[in-house]
């Protein structure tokens, strides 16, 4: 019944997208938004019974710290523990929608972009970086030739190489007298 409800309740909702039955996604916040988040619900088999799976783990979370995002985390558990037993999908969203500046008050407004919450022991990232050169792109003979044939001898385009044939526009759009 809650997935008829949630169905329902956000028809329409560009921010709501159901991955699977049981699995759901909601974002938080505008795109360009340095302070928008994307929470996951998902309903083990025992729902309501149980707790929820709550994860921020979406790609769209790479610019919040880590630290935000288990802040976040520990605030929805508290929702979830005292609304235990009953369906809190809808509650959980609407929560984070309601109080999304007290979560992300301590949120920088940019942050470079992480690779993951992935530890790892030692540092093998460096040196393979290191031994990586930038290639050039290299040119096929044709492919030269081709940009050579239209461009003058300074490698400059030619004059009105990108202009608007007056007569052919004016056909298209229609005049002024036409209205």
């Known amino acids: 019944m809650e997935l008829e409800a949630l169905r329902s309740i956000y028809e329409g909702d560009e921010r709501f997208r159901e991955l699977s039955p049981v699995s759901f996604q ?3 916040g505008e795109n360009g938004d340095p302070k928008a ?3 996951e619900i998902s309903w083990p ?4 019974q149980t707790a929820p799976v709550i994860s921020m783990d979406a790609f769209f979370n790479n610019t919040i710290s880590s630290s935000i995002k288990q802040s976040i985390l520990d605030k929805l558990m508290t929702e979830v523990e005292v609304n235990l037993g009953t369906a809190m999908t809808y509650t959980l ?3 984070a929608k ?3 500046e007290l979560l992300m008050e301590n949120q920088p407004a940019y942050v470079a972009p992480s690779g993951g919450n992935n530890i790892s022991v030692g540092t093998p990232d460096v040196v393979s970086s290191s031994k990586k050169k930038d290639k050039k792109e290299q040119l096929s003979k044709t492919q030269k030739r081709k940009l050579a044939d239209k461009t003058d001898h300074r490698g400059e385009l030619p004059r009105g190489w990108n202009w608007v044939d007056v007569i052919k526009h004016l056909s ?3 005049s002024k007298d036409d209205e």
């Open 172 to 174: 298209k759009t229609g």
């Open 45 to 48: 088999e025992t729902y309501p």
């Open 37 to 39: 988040f994307l929470i």
């Open 26 to 28: 909601y974002r938080i």
């Open 98 to 100: 309601d109080n999304k």
């Open 93 to 95: 969203f609407e929560y």
